[in-house]
């Protein structure tokens, strides 16, 4: 933890100001509270327990470094989706690789977004470099059997190295576009760029979808999904976590 972390936790106490704080409703044996009694509005639910006091933990993104924010944010705001990217150079080697800030943003046009780094300060990586210069990518969703190979293809490799080829995926060419999509996935969408945004250090490919290949028997001929059938792998803490999505469960929304 880097020195900026602990200030801002020692501070996150007297913020809580403690005559608010519930120290007399503890139980010291087992850390837990004894009544109870309502928080005071200033003390957050998600709160843990430091020496008696209820505290939560506050990291001020604003003085961490980028490694730390990154850290911090990549951990806590999950699951997310990993999107498992296809492209091509100009010449047309393809190129794939995972990247988990990614989601889906609109129907209409549908579009999708993701943020490749870069591989040094001045280096994109592949995916942002191809993409760059063709425009065209595909998006694949990752099930668990291919998880193994969807990580393999994440190793920071010379540009122009066919991982695809590499880790014996098969390809079909896609319906619209110039980049093959990987059969092996679930789920495939092939996408063209409709811009990028660069914001700082961070670049945000935004990207439209054209055509969705979906495995047979996860959807009904009306396109609804088969929640038994279609399991997508989640992202969890940074760096090598994962869950699987096989329990999930219903709640209908109110009218
Ligand atoms: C599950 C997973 C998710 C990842 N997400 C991202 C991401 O969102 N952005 C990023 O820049 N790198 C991400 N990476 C790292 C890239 O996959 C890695 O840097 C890769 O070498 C990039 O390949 P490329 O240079 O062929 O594009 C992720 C890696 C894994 C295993």
Known sequence: MTKAMTVRKKEAVIFLNTSQCLTENHDPSTHGPVKQSPPPAKIPVAAFMIHDT??????????????DRYRILA???????????TSCDRDGRPNTAPFSFF???GSNPPIVA????????HTPKDTARNIRETGDFVVHMVDEPLSQ????????????TDELAQHKLTT?????ISVPRIIEAPVALECTRHSTLE?????LIIGIVHTVHVRDGLMDEKGYLDNDQYHPLARMASPDWYARTADQFEIPRPH
Do not use: Q, Y
Request: net charge neutral; charged share 15%.
């Open 54 to 67: 209820i505290c939560p933990m506050i990291f001020d993104m604003d003085s961490l470094s980028p490694g």
């Open 75 to 85: 951990s806590l705001v999950t699951p997310r989706p990993i999107a498992w990217i």
């Open 103 to 105: 989601n889906v943003f």
């Open 114 to 121: 993701f943020a490749p780094g870069n591989k040094d300060r």
């Open 149 to 160: 190979i969807m990580v393999a293809t994440s190793a920071s490799l010379p540009h122009g």
């Open 172 to 176: 079909t060419p896609p319906e619209k």
């Open 199 to 203: 914001i700082g250090d961070n670049r």
